[in-house]
């Protein structure tokens, strides 16, 4: 079977590499790739907003599975245009996929469904939106409704700092028009949990959990990013906790979600923060999280292509899934400056030595090889992941690994996983 991957990032690496061990894949592309996917996969130079470019390479090479990393080509409908010329797509429909592209749509919908989440206000008129923020007294959340590249939530711990950040949404549109609507949301406490689960349409197989770490300075602090690393298992999620996520939140979004219409397939990401009345949502994504994937799908023992395609042919019932019960870390190393401004172009060195290690591996996130030398082109450049009998021997065998690769202006979080250690 031929597999074609969307995506370029850490997460569309390892998937590239997980389908590629199937015993089912002959063949996997990634449109456009990175400096990793180029020793598992062939690259192929379609940038993921070229739908057309893609359905005309799928239907060239008869793709037997499209597998689709970032949100943005899922919200513009990739999956509906590839359904309609038969080519099976691994993903939800532009309808499915606005629980992530419009986040006020989510909030009604957790509304209607009484799924736990926490307290919102929808603006579309400044006017409006900064009447209600100026008379709050506790830290609110800004959210503009829309995409947003992950930088649209502002947590803002008084009054004037969500006055500013609405400016910045509504007036000055830094967003765009993903800024048209605002959520304003109550700030929850508690650590933050991902779920993964793989749902055909009715059915839904929850993965093993992971915690991410988005702020990009250490003790949770500075601007969030994409994400600056992640372990699984979690060891804060309980069987408990686990199970109430599935029947208070993801059974009763899938089910709204197909009462209205769009049934959903595909990966859907429920963000949360565990609060003290229980496990909260904070968003929903319509893709795997990154650098989530890096460590949830090293530990799956089970076949990927199996499961994905199970899930686009509405066979979910048939699969059962194996884990590694063992941990990972995943650390990410970032080019300076990220998640503001930062330089590329820097020469890689070490990523070998690096994999030397036992049970090692380096997801690419943002590089590509110029002339045999492997050059940074993104603000997170490198996912430095390991597998051990412990997060904590998970963790340190990560650190001597991460020590091994430089480029200038190079850095990283020192405590990935270490809140998690018991
Ligand atoms: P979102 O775009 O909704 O995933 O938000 C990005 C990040 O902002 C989350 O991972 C949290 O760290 C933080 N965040 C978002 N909403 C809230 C909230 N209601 N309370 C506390 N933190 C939040
Ligand atoms: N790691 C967070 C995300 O993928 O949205």
């Known amino acids: 079977m031929k597999v074609l991957v969307v995506g370029s990032g850490g997460r569309e690496h390892v998937l590239a590499e997980r389908l590629a061990q199937s015993d089912h894949v002959g063949q996997v592309f990634c449109a456009p790739g990175n400096g990793g996917t180029t020793a598992i996969a062939e690259n192929v130079p379609i940038e993921p ?7 005309k390479f799928a239907r060239e090479q008869s793709i037997d599975l499209t597998v689709v990393g970032p949100e943005a080509p899922l919200c513009a409908g990739i999956v509906d245009q590839f359904q309609a010329a038969n080519l099976p797509i691994f993903g939800p429909t532009q309808a499915a996929a606005r629980i992530e592209g419009d986040k006020a749509y989510a909030k009604q919908l957790m509304l209607q469904s009484l799924i736990p989440t926490a307290k919102s206000r929808i ?3 400044h006017e409006d939106a900064r009447e209600y923020v100026a008379t709050r007294d506790t830290a609110q959340v800004v959210k503009a409704a829309g995409l947003a590249g ?16 609405l400016e910045r949404i509504m007036v000055d549109k830094q967003f765009g028009d993903a800024g048209n609507t605002v959520v304003v949301e109550e700030k929850l406490t508690g650590p933050e949990l991902s779920v993964f689960a793989v749902v055909d349409g009715h059915t839904l197989y929850v993965l093993e959990p992971a915690q991410d770490h988005k702020p990009v300075g250490e003790s949770t602090t500075g601007p969030n990013t994409g994400g600056m690393g992640a372990h699984s298992p979690a060891p804060i999620a309980t069987e408990k906790i686990l199970r109430r996520i599935d029947s208070d939140i993801l059974i009763p979004i899938i089910s709204a979600l197909e009462h209205d219409g769009a049934a959903y397939r595909g990966l859907l990401y429920a963000g949360l923060i565990l609060t003290a009345a229980g496990p ?3 968003e929903f994504n319509c893709r795997f999280g990154d650098p989530e994937a890096q460590v949830i799908l090293p530990r ?19 699969i059962e899934l194996q884990w590694d019960r063992r941990s990972a870390v995943c650390v990410v190393m970032a080019s300076e400056g990220y998640p503001g401004a930062y330089e590329t172009g820097k020469e890689v060195h070490g990523v070998d030595a690096a994999e030397s290690l036992a ?8 590089t590509k090889w110029i002339s045999e030398r492997l050059i940074t082109t993104g603000g997170r450049v490198l996912g430095v992941t390991t597998l051990a009998d412990s997060l904590a021997g998970a963790r340190e065998r990560c650190y001597d690994a991460i020590e091994r690769i430089s480029f200038e202006g190079a850095f990283y979080r020192r405590d990935i996983a270490a809140a998690a250690l018991p």
């Open 300 to 318: 799956l023992r089970s076949d990927l292509f199996e499961l994905l395609h199970s899930a686009v042919h509405g066979k979910l019932d048939q």
């Open 280 to 282: 909260k949502v904070l």
């Open 359 to 366: 049970d090692v591996r380096v997801y690419h996130a943002g």
């Open 49 to 55: 907003h070229c739908q057309a470019d893609l359905l």
């Open 150 to 165: 992950g930088k649209g939530s502002i947590v803002c711990d008084d009054p004037a700092d969500a006055l500013l950040a």
């Open 123 to 125: 603006f579309t008129r």
